[in-house]
C-alpha cells in the first residue's frame, strides 16, 4: 500500500511540475486531441503529447500512437466516385461513357481489350449490390493507410475491342444506350481490393479515377487488384465462339489439344495421318497369295484405290483338296492387302 501511494504521489507532482512549466498545458492538451471509433464502435480520445518549443513559443503536438487502425463507413468511399470532373481540356468535364458515371477502366494491352465494370454500383437500375470495408491505419508520419475491399453482385459490364469503351466495337455485352433500347445487358461479380496513403486520419477519401489520373492530387497508390467474371451476349467482333467447360479436378492427368498460341495437337495428327496416306498411295500392292480351304488363286493390281481386274482365266475351277492344303508357291509374294472371297 505505502508503495502504491508513493508512486501515485510522484506522478502526481511531476504533473504538477509540468503544468507550472508549460502553462499553457489544457489548451496544448485540446490542440492535440485525437477522436477516432474503433472497428468495435468504441470512441476513443486519445490526448497526444505536446511540449512547448521555447524558441517559437508555441505548443507542438508530438505524434500519436502508430498503428492504430479503425474502421470507416463504406459509403465514405462509395460516394464520392464517380463525382470528379476529368477535365476535357476546354473547360468542361469528359463523360467516357454517356449516360453513366466515370469509373475505372480495365485494358488488356495484349489482345488491346477494354472493359468498363461497375464495381462500385454507380449505374442504377439492375440491382447491383456492393459490399465491403474501409480501413485505415495511422503511419509514422502521420498519414494514413487505407485499404478498401470492395465485392460487387448483378453489376452492370461490357467488352471492347479497342481503347474507347464508347467507341470501339463491343464484342462482349452491350452499351448502356443498346441496353436502353432492348438488348441484353452483360451482368456479373467483381472483386476490388485497393490500398492507398492518404493525407491523414479521416481524411476525405478520394475519387479513384482522380487519384489514379492525376497522382500528384493527394493520396498515393499502394497496391491493386481486381478480379471479375460475367455472362452475357457474345459478338461477331469476339471471334468464333467454342464451347467451354470449367472443370475443377485435383491430381487429374489431361492432355492439352489447342492452346492459346496456336498449338493444336488435332492439326498435327491430322497432317501425320494424310502423309502416310498419301505415302500408302503411291505403293504398288500386290495382293497376297490367298490359299483358303484349298482355292488357290493370285491378283495383282498397282493401287488400292483401284478394283482389281478380273482374273485371267475365268474358266478355271477350283480343286478341292484331298489332303491338307497345298503350301503356297515361292515365288508367290505374300502382302498385306487383297481382296478375296470364300467359295
Not at 498419301?278 to 478394283?307: C, N, W
Request: with cysteine; proline share 7%; net charge neutral.
Amino acid at each position: 500500500m505505502t508503495l502504491r501511494y508513493g508512486v501515485k504521489a510522484f506522478l502526481s507532482g511531476l504533473t504538477l511540475l509540468a503544468s507550472m512549466l508549460l502553462g499553457a498545458l489544457p489548451a496544448m492538451a485540446a490542440t492535440c486531441t485525437d477522436r477516432y471509433v474503433t472497428e468495435e464502435g468504441t470512441l476513443v480520445i486519445d490526448q497526444g503529447g505536446a511540449f512547448y518549443d521555447p524558441v517559437t513559443g508555441e505548443a507542438v503536438c508530438l505524434p500519436f500512437k502508430t498503428g492504430k487502425t479503425v474502421q470507416r463507413p463504406l459509403q465514405d468511399f462509395l460516394s464520392v466516385q464517380g463525382t470528379f470532373c476529368y477535365p476535357d481540356g476546354a473547360g468542361g468535364c469528359r463523360i467516357f461513357n454517356p449516360g453513366i458515371p466515370n469509373f475505372l477502366l480495365w485494358t488488356d494491352v495484349q489482345w488491346s481489350r477494354r472493359t468498363a465494370f461497375d464495381y462500385a454500383g454507380l449505374v442504377p437500375g439492375f440491382g447491383t449490390v456492393v459490399t465491403g470495408s474501409v480501413t485505415e491505419t495511422r503511419q509514422k508520419d502521420g498519414r494514413a493507410l487505407v485499404k478498401v475491399g470492395l465485392d460487387a453482385s448483378n453489376a452492370f459490364n461490357w467488352v471492347v475491342s479497342g481503347n474507347d469503351t464508347a467507341t470501339s466495337p463491343v464484342i462482349f455485352g452491350n452499351r448502356i444506350d443498346a441496353v436502353q433500347v432492348g438488348a441484353a445487358p452483360a451482368l456479373g461479380g467483381s472483386s476490388f481490393r485497393i490500398e492507398f496513403f492518404n493525407s491523414a486520419m479521416g481524411a476525405p477519401l478520394p475519387d479513384l479515377v482522380q487519384m489514379l489520373s492525376f497522382p500528384n492530387s493527394g493520396p498515393t497508390l499502394r497496391s491493386l487488384t481486381f478480379t471479375s467474371d460475367s455472362f452475357g451476349e457474345l459478338h461477331a467482333d469476339f471471334g468464333v465462339p467454342e464451347a467451354m467447360w470449367v472443370i475443377e479436378a485435383r491430381d487429374f492427368p489431361t492432355v492439352v489439344t489447342m492452346d492459346a498460341h496456336g498449338n493444336s495437337l488435332h492439326a498435327e495428327i491430322e497432317a501425320k495421318s494424310k502423309a502416310e496416306l498419301e505415302r500408302l498411295l503411291a505403293t504398288q500392292v500386290t495382293a497376297a497369295f490367298l490359299h483358303t480351304r484349298g482355292v488357290s488363286f493370285i491378283t495383282s493390281y498397282p493401287s488400292i484405290s483401284k478394283t482389281p481386274p478380273q482374273a485371267a482365266d475365268q474358266t478355271a475351277r477350283p480343286r478341292r483338296a484331298r489332303s491338307r492344303p497345298a503350301p503356297p508357291p515361292a515365288e508367290a509374294p505374300c502382302g498385306r492387302a487383297g481382296r478375296w472371297s470364300w467359295r
